[in-house]
């Protein structure tokens, strides 16, 4: 009689193990039911489809790469009409620093730079006008000698529209009221400046108005194209004009010719540090800049600076003459 064969340790017992029909048939790997069978799960009925990848259909309407049935296997609710929906917020629009508005945006900034620029142009023309009017009509020059108090009447109507323009933000942003206030501003200052270089001789005023416009545009140029940025160096800017304004007082106890030279030129370079700083602030990737709403601001900015390198300038030449 045969002694029967102890299997080995770990093994199954022959009576254990099932009969492998070859001729069954299986599950198919991508998901075609077998005969009596549940289908096999594709590979990517689990995770997050890729569109164009094995299992995942592409969706031309720009959908998330899900068919148009979604997958039985996955998880009830995490998938609505092809869409995942995140159960995080999104960061708020201050704190994210990257967010980019793309080709609108760079329409709207330009829209602007373009109407802060006509603006200013505007104002240019006005005082410059007042001026050739006060230099080449001797009639308004022996006016304004003689009635001085217009000139204190201008000043004062100029520092309250100042005021109103950079203290009351809902009129400089409120049209048509902040195209009202820059225009009381600017024509009270070409009166200003008119008077100013009615004092001065002919040719010392058109060779100021000269080299202020090379000086201006060649900045102006150079602030746009350069990648330098000049807006990290305003606090320094502002602590620059404190020290001259401080100067400016020692120049009116101290009556010097070649003091009042130095002076001039001094405020004549500080002013044009603060035109470059200013254009720049006109773009969006400076450190500093201005909202598209604020072009009466812009605008101001840059006359009143194009005008005191312009009366700096003007200086020079009265103190280098002595009048």
Not at 98 to 121: C, H, M, P, Q, S
Request: glycine share 6%.
């Amino acid at each position: 009689m045969a002694t029967e064969k102890a299997p080995a340790h770990g093994a199954p017992s022959p009576a254990l193990r099932p009969e492998v029909d070859m001729k069954m048939p299986g599950p198919n790997l991508f998901g075609d039911p077998a005969a009596g069978g549940l289908p096999f799960p594709p590979p990517t009925a689990f995770v997050p489809g890729i569109p164009g990848a094995f299992g995942a259909a592409t969706n031309p309407q720009g959908g998330s790469g899900y068919g148009a049935n979604p997958s039985p296997y996955a998880a009830p609710g995490l998938f609505s009409n092809d869409v995942y929906y995140n159960q995080d917020d999104p960061p708020p629009f201050h704190e994210n620093e990257e967010f980019d508005f793309g080709l609108d945006n760079k329409n709207i900034r330009r829209a602007f730079i373009r109407k802060v620029f006509l603006v200013l142009t505007a104002q240019l023309m006005v005082t410059f006008t007042f001026v050739a009017v006060f230099t080449f009509v001797e009639q308004v020059k022996m006016f304004v000698m003689v009635n001085t108090w217009t000139y204190l009447a201008s000043y004062a109507v100029f520092f309250v529209s100042l005021c109103v323009i950079c203290c009351c933000g809902n009129i400089r942003r409120r049209h048509p009221w902040n195209l009202v206030a820059l225009s009381v501003l600017t024509l009270s200052m070409s009166y200003l400046v008119g008077m100013i270089a009615s004092y001065h001789e002919t040719d010392s005023v058109i060779m100021a108005v000269g080299i202020t416009a090379v000086v201006c545009f060649t900045v102006v140029v150079f602030s746009l194209q350069t990648k330098y940025d000049f807006t990290s160096r305003y606090g320094v800017l502002f602590v620059c004009l404190i020290v001259l304004i401080v100067f400016s007082i020692l120049c009116i106890i101290i009556r010097d010719r070649i003091l009042h030279i130095v002076y001039a030129g001094l405020g004549a370079l500080l002013f044009t540090c603060f035109l470059a700083v200013d254009t720049q602030m006109l773009l969006d990737n400076k450190e500093l800049s201005l909202s598209p709403e604020e072009y009466v601001f812009a605008a101001l900015n840059l006359y009143t600076d194009v005008i005191n390198i312009f009366l700096y300038i003007l200086s020079i030449f009265g103190s280098a003459r002595g009048s």
